[in-house]
Antibody, heavy 121, light 109 residues
């Protein structure tokens, strides 16, 4: 069964850091691009970052560029999101998503269940 | 950056009725790289349609997508009780940016 399992969410103070992880199983991880998408409480979906299958190329939403870093470890089938300089507006459920192809020109065909990040003092 | 607008914001229908959801882009979507997702309360989104009109794996044929360029539609031919949810469109062809629309809520009339 294809599965994505996020972890690492929690409560953090403004200006703090947090690292999210996503463990992938049931598919050949190093063949597919991956992404993070977030959803603030009661709001819609917002794309955060994406990474190519090899990890050579990364892309970010303007709202997180320079603060967040997406990475992957293909030997461990793991996707990560390092979040620094966190702000209250970063409070959201963060979803890990698999793209349907090695290319980032692809829809998101598999989603994890999400991990909640709360930025508050 | 391509901005997506969805209408209506809320669609109130009864089971068995036909639902037509609209997604409009601020500029032409490259190669019709337009997807639709369904999200039920407390759950992760699920891919329904990609490439504007191709159904994803295991998606019932009552769901269909259409359109091109800047205007796209998602049609649910006969609403089942499990179809009441929020639907998002997304473009994935523009300069390595992925844009979601604000969503359309389909609720029970």
């Amino acid at each position: 069964e294809v599965q994505l399992l996020e972890s690492g969410g929690g409560l953090v103070q403004p200006g703090g850091s947090l690292r999210l992880s996503c463990a992938a199983s049931g598919f050949t991880f190093n063949t597919y691009a991956m992404s993070w998408v977030r959803q603030a409480p009661g709001k819609g979906l917002e794309w955060v970052a994406a990474i190519s299958s090899s990890g050579a190329y990364t892309y970010y939403a303007d709202s997180v560029k320079g603060r967040f870093t997406i990475s992957r470890d293909n030997s461990k089938n793991t996707l990560s999101l390092q979040m620094n300089s966190l702000r209250a507006e970063d409070t959201a459920v963060y979803y890990c998503a698999k793209l349907a192809s090695p290319s980032t020109t692809s829809a998101f065909d598999i989603w994890g269940q999400g991990t909640m990040v709360t930025v508050s003092s | 950056e391509i901005v997506l607008t969805q209408s209506p914001g809320t669609l109130s229908l009864s089971p068995g009725e036909r639902a037509t959801l609209s997604c409009r882009a601020s500029q032409s979507v490259t190669s019709n790289y337009l997807a639709w997702y369904q999200q039920k309360s407390g759950q992760a989104p699920r891919l329904l349609i990609y490439g504007a009109s191709s159904r994803a794996t295991a998606i019932p044929d009552r769901f269909s997508g259409g359109g091109s360029g800047t205007d796209f539609t998602l049609t649910i031919s006969r609403l089942e009780p499990e179809d009441f949810a929020v639907y998002y469109c997304q473009q994935y062809g523009s300069s390595r940016r992925f844009t979601f629309g604000p969503g359309t809520k389909v609720d029970i009339k």
